[in-house]
């Protein structure tokens, strides 16, 4: 088939008159133009959706995007958002970061290349490795925790999406399992109502999904997030056939519910109790915390922590699993991508977690903030807002009706302010944000300024 000539080189036109848009205007400006169609910028020639999944074109083109900045992106459309989601929860400082950027292109001019062989890892691949060995473990000395067994120490980066991050974990739990446990009849698999921890087949399953395929040896059971009780009930019912216990710290794609301290604990104390294994899945909570990981606030150690999505930034593709030596047990190309190390990636992903170093007391103090202004927010409503959900950036508030909620959702998307909802399943009715880490007090301020002016039209 004939493309038409010059259509990505106008593509690229488009995106750099946006881009000279974003660096003319001040901060007011974009304000102002929030929710407007940016008319100095030339109409971008659309391309078509129409090759794609039924299920993934859900609007028309001109609400693709074009090209972002910070926390702002437009669409083909032109019109102008403020992104409160991170991409889609990912791009950890937002859109086109200058530093991020001015790494990139020296990274590029030096010949850092994206990808290699994963028998010959390059310099950033194994120095990532050792700096998420060394966040696992801050006051410890390297050289002790490489022989300690029980220490996160080991690192499986050639990992492409989280989705294969996760069901990595799985392996390796089934691989500890069949070792310690030799005459068990069946592996059981804990997990919390409403997780997601990917796109695999088995993480699926891990959701309730393709209950047909699976044979009685291999069992699912999901547990209400919090419930103590209910999760004693499921281990006293399997005892040591459980082999391992999956959780998100705070759960994204359940309304932002956030795992009590509490139901962590007793989930170790459970999980050690039959010698199985707690997996936790940071893929959206790593990187978003001024301990970057998440699981430290609960003070319990994991035996596998799963990392992805903002570890570098939006730069894809980059997962990894960090676990206890004494589960290392997966040979060579049991849970890796072919296309395999990385390391313009892992460069990338050093380089946020530099930003994230250098900037840990403002992420506090900005998430704090927004999480208050959030809360005071749904409290200023009571009747509509039921309650503030989540920690930090990662939060939502819940509304007192699935129609409430969606109907916010679709003003705030008139207006220009872009976030998730979740309002589909019944019961289900909840705004989400997750804003990148470059936000700044005036962003947050008008941020909450319009979703108070949305929630009086309700
Ligand atoms: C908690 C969690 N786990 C796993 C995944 C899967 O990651 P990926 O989409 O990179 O496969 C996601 C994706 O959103 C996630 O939120």
Redesign the pocket.
Known sequence: MKKKPGSEKKALDSVSAAKRFFCKSSKELLFEKVGKIIRTIPTPSLTTKKWFQKSYVLGPEQNDFLYGRDVFYITEGRKLFLDTTSG??QMTWGYDHPVLMKNLQQALKAGVVWDCHSNIPGFFVKKLSEKLVEICNPETDLKSIQNNDESLNTVLLGIA??????STSMKIAINYFLKNKPGAKKVVFVSLKGN?????FL?QRLRGMWDFVFSENLIFEMVEPNDINELRNIFKKHKKNVAAFFF?PVM??REAILLNTDFIQEARTLTASVDALMIV????TCCWYPEIFMYKQFGIMPDIL?L??GLTAGFH?L?AIVYKRKLDSLKQYDAISTNGNAPLPSFMALQCLELIEKNLQKIAGLSTYYEKSLRELAQEFPDIVVSFRGKGFLSGIKFSSQQIALQFHRKCIERGIWLRVHAYYEGHSTALTKFALCVTKDVIDFTIGSFKRIIKTL
């Open positions: 889609h929860y999406t989280g989705s294969v991050a996760c997601y921890h990917g796109t695999d993480m998100e994204m794609n899945d940071e893929i959206q799963i992805g999505k593709p997962s």
